[in-house]
């Protein structure tokens, strides 16, 4: 069972463990913004749209998609979406609104990738519990990724609501 201190921490201590936090939680965010905006880049690739054909020929929200637009047109559609929920979340030093908006899509791409362990054939190894190499080991990353950006959701709305200073911490 955990114990609980009672001293309060000294002020030099208390510095340190918020320049931490806020470091982390910097990294956090444009650590999102980073990944969605390199990886929707890339989608724009034959390569890359090759890659994610296993995914999107078995996912029930893009699948429908492949006769209409094609596998190059439904990757270039993902990049777009992409690109553009890292910019929008990018933007939370100037809009907390808009850096929800982003963090919103994020929650909502994260989610459907993750949907992806579930309907991509060979996800999980024949050894069960085991993640495949490929595409589950690939995937299973997302978990952390959407828990980022859950918080980074939180924390714009925080300070949309007045709970928050901006910096991610209470008053």
Not at 12 to 35: D, H, P, S, T
Not at 155 to 160: C, F, I, K, M
């Amino acid at each position: 069972m955990a114990t609980t201190r009672t001293r309060p921490l000294s002020p030099a201590v208390r510095r340190n463990a918020y320049k931490f936090e806020k470091a982390g939680l910097f990294l956090m965010r444009y650590g999102i913004v980073l990944i969605l905006f390199w990886i929707g880049l890339l989608k724009f690739t034959a390569a890359e749209a090759m890659g994610i054909q296993p995914f999107v020929e078995n996912s029930p929200f893009f699948s429908w998609m492949l006769p209409i637009l094609g596998l190059q047109g439904v990757s270039n559609l993902v990049g777009v979406i992409e690109v553009t929920t890292a910019l929008l979340i990018a933007t939370r030093p100037w809009s907390a609104l808009v850096s929800a908006i982003g963090s919103a899509m994020a929650v909502i791409t994260f989610l459907i990738t993750l949907s992806f362990m579930l309907t991509t054939p060979k996800t999980f190894d024949p050894a069960f519990p085991l993640l495949s190499a490929i595409p589950g080991q690939f995937l299973i990353k997302d978990i952390l990724l959407l828990g980022g950006a859950l918080w980074a959701l939180g924390e714009s709305l925080g300070v949309l609501s007045g709970d928050r200073n901006g910096n991610g911490v209470r008053y």
